[in-house]
C-alpha cells in the first residue's frame, strides 16, 4: 500500500503538477492537496506509526532525483515534505488521542495536517533565510506568506477530501491491517 500510494503521489506530483502549475500559475497543488490527501488514508487504514513517514520520505526521495535542478533547492524541498510526512506520523499516533471520535476526529485530523504542513515548510523558510541573509530576508518573507497559506489551504483541503473518501474505504481497513502470512 505504501509503494502504491507514493508512486500515485511521484507521479501526481511529476505529471500533474508541472500542467496545474502552468494553467492556474499555483505551484505546488499536487505535492500538497495529494500528499496530504494519501498521508490521511495510509495513516487510517494501516494504523500503524512510519507508513507516513516512510511514504513521504520515498517521494521525497524519488521527485527529488526526477526533478534535477538546482540542488540545494530541490532537496530542501524535498526534506521539508519527509519532515512534514514524520510530524504527521508523529501527531496522528499520539496514543492520548486514540479515543478521538467523530467530530473531534476530523478536527484532529485537520489540525495535524495544518501543523505538519507547516513544519514542511521550515526547511525551505531556513534555506532561504541562511542563502539571502536576514536583510533580504526580512524583505522576501512577506511576499512567501500568501504562498505559504496557499500550501497550508491545500494540506486541509487534502485531508478533508481523505476524511470524505475514507468512510467509502474503511472496509478495506481489516484486510490492510491484517499480517501477512
Known amino acids: 500500500m505504501i509503494s502504491?500510494?507514493?508512486?500515485?503521489?511521484?507521479?501526481?506530483?511529476?505529471?500533474?503538477?508541472p500542467i496545474i502549475s502552468q494553467v492556474t500559475g499555483i505551484h505546488g497543488v499536487v505535492q500538497n492537496l495529494v500528499g496530504w490527501l494519501?498521508?490521511?488514508?495510509?495513516?487510517?487504514?494501516?494504523?500503524k506509526f512510519g507508513r507516513v513517514s516512510l511514504m513521504a520520505a520515498v517521494v521525497a526521495l524519488a521527485t527529488r532525483m526526477i526533478r534535477i535542478s538546482a540542488a540545494p533547492y530541490m532537496w530542501v524541498v524535498g526534506l521539508g515534505y519527509a519532515i512534514g510526512g514524520l510530524t504527521f506520523d508523529l501527531l496522528f499516533f499520539i496514543p492520548a488521542v486514540n479515543n478521538f471520535a467523530g467530530k473531534s476526529r476530523r478536527i484532529y485530523i485537520v489540525t495535524i495536517s495544518?501543523?505538519?504542513g507547516v513544519i514542511a515548510n521550515i526547511p525551505y523558510v531556513l534555506f532561504k533565510l541562511f542563502a539571502l541573509l536576514l536583510p533580504a530576508f526580512v524583505v522576501w518573507f512577506p511576499t512567501y506568506v500568501p504562498f505559504a497559506i496557499k500550501d497550508f489551504i491545500l494540506n486541509v483541503m487534502g485531508a478533508l477530501i481523505a476524511l470524505?473518501?475514507?468512510?467509502?474505504?474503511k472496509s478495506w481497513r481489516p484486510r490492510i491491517r491484517q499480517p501477512m502470512d
Open 164 to 169: 470524505s473518501i475514507l468512510p467509502l474505504i
Open 114 to 116: 495544518l501543523i505538519s
Open 38 to 47: 494519501l498521508m490521511v488514508i495510509v495513516a487510517e487504514l494501516t494504523g
Open 4 to 17: 502504491v500510494f507514493a508512486a500515485v503521489w511521484v507521479a501526481t506530483q511529476v505529471s500533474l503538477g
